[in-house]
């Protein structure tokens, strides 16, 4: 089964958030927005998890330790 990467670390956050999220496509979208709710004052909506799944990274690009945040995209 392919992984794929929700992380926090790529964008800039207020709480200057570090949580890396790995698993399974929908596991990882299922707590992404779980997550971007409890954490980031976004709303648990369909619209939010389209666009937390077109921001999954496969597995493969994950990179241990710092990473240079980027804006959220709009
Ligand atoms: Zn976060």
Redesign the pocket.
Known sequence: MKRFIAD?RRFE?D?D???TIIGPEEDVVAAAAQ??AA??GHEDTPELREQLRSLLEPESAYVAGERAPEPFPA
Do not use: E, G, M
């Open positions: 926090c956050s709480s958030c570090q949580l997550h971007a954490s980031h």
